[in-house]
């Protein structure tokens, strides 16, 4: 049996980069960066007044009371036209260009407002104040955002202010998802006895969208051979990525792993030491040039999501040519013993708590695999070998939800 880390090397030995393609850059957020953005321009482009008032020589100041002639009025996006002298001012606007001769920028607030083209100031500027230079934020020349950030707002801003009009992104994967089962139904349709609706299609749709991916919902399958192995081929036909859920493990109508070898998907491998989330198949169908990747998911809910984020995300991310296509690690203490079962490596869902500078982890309850509700109240998979941990012990935490952080006040109170 596979190893996490044998299993996941399997997983993206194959992984293909996906094809590129330019979008608007206010509707990049949570895209790929295919290419680096390079500035062209310093930003500020020109020293700029960082407030409203008078760009004034500071050693007029000196004394701490001043009265200066003003030559002019400076608004935002216009040029100034005279140079201020000794026993001269020119009134500004913030963001406009600060004019020759003026080292330093005096408020209103600390003005009496220019009255009859003079203005009377108070107190001493030094030089330099409230001016913003040139190059200080942006140096032409210098990468403002490298190849593989997953881009945030910020950056949008970024590339927008060198004048970046569209983006170079990767193509977001379509991802096949089913489920198989004679007893899942989908959320819906009318229900009979011994059936339940189905899940996983929904979380994992969930998950697809979180990773950059756009979810194909290809429904549910009975558990007939010919049926899943048509429904797969369709799958493959149609996706970058295919999910499958349910019908992996040994009984009497796990089919997947059969309509795997019918549609011509090599068997990377079945089993990974892991709990949950030990029956995953794994192959890569060939599409003309194109490699599909395509997982058997288990159909326990829990061990479905656990493989996704292990295997199925890394993957995606890793074909848009992410940097960081892992989830974030933290550290945190364990709240109460955090015990398990030896022999495989245990993806435990914890609770997370911030106590002080400290970050405590626990159990979120039952933690069977078919128990939906410990991913619901989980922040994360605490990754426990051996037999677990003891209280107080420290442990490594793979973050899904940093909504425990979240203050009910704003911090600055």
């Not at 194959?14 to 895209?31: A, D, N, S, W």
């Not at 096949?176 to 996983?200: C, K, R, W």
């Not at 998979?381 to 003891?390: C, F, K, T, V, Y």
């Amino acid at each position: 049996m596979l190893t996490v880390r044998e299993a996941l090397d399997r997983v993206l030995a194959e992984t293909q980069r996906l094809p590129v393609q330019e979008v608007p850059v206010g509707e990049g957020v949570g895209r790929i960066l295919a290419e680096d953005v390079v500035a062209t321009r310093d930003v500020p482009a020109w020293d700029n007044s960082a407030m409203d008032g008078y760009a004034v020589r500071a050693a007029d100041t000196a004394s701490g009371e001043a009265a200066l002639r003003v030559l002019e009025v400076i608004g935002a996006g216009s040029v100034p036209t005279q140079r201020v002298e000794a026993g001269t001012a020119s009134a500004i606007m913030t963001g406009a260009p600060v004019p020759e001769g003026a080292d330093a920028i005096v408020m209103v607030e600390d003005s009496d407002g220019s009255q009859q083209g003079e203005v009377h100031l108070l107190g001493v500027a030094e030089p330099g104040q409230h001016i913003r230079r040139r190059g200080e934020d942006i140096r032409a020349g210098t990468t403002l955002l490298e190849a593989g950030t997953r881009l945030g707002p910020a950056g949008l801003g970024h590339a927008a202010s060198q004048g970046v009009a569209r983006l170079v992104v990767s193509r977001r994967p379509v991802v096949a998802i089913l489920s198989t089962g004679d007893e899942v139904v989908p959320p819906g349709e009318p229900i009979g006895p011994g059936q339940l609706f189905s899940s996983n299609n929904a979380s994992l749709a969930g998950l697809v969208v979180q990773a950059g991916g756009i979810p194909r919902d290809f429904g549910t399958t009975p558990d007939d051979l010919g049926a899943i192995r048509d429904r797969l081929a369709a799958c493959i036909a149609e996706a970058d990525c295919v999910l499958t859920t349910g019908g992996v493990s040994v009984g009497e109508f796990d089919f997947v792993k059969d309509a795997f070898e019918q549609v011509g998907v090599p068997m990377g491998f079945w089993r990974v030491s892991m709990k949950p989330g030990k029956p995953l198949a794994f192959g890569v169908a060939q599409r003309g040039d194109t490699k599909v990747p395509v997982f058997g998911l288990p159909g326990n809910p829990v061990s479905c999501m656990v493989n996704f984020l292990q295997f199925v995300r890394p993957r995606l991310l890793t074909a848009m040519g992410a940097s960081h296509p892992y989830l974030p690690v933290l550290h945190a203490r364990a709240g109460e013993d955090l015990r398990i079962r030896p022999g495989r490596l245990s993806f435990v869902r914890v609770a997370l708590e911030r106590r002080g500078e400290q970050i405590f982890a626990r159990f979120t309850g039952n933690q069977s695999s078919g128990v939906l509700t410990s991913m619901v109240r989980a922040h994360g998979l605490a990754i426990l070998d051996g037999d677990g941990a003891r209280e107080g012990d420290l442990v490594q935490v793979q973050l899904l939800d940093p909504d425990f952080l979240a203050g009910t006040d704003p911090g600055w109170a």
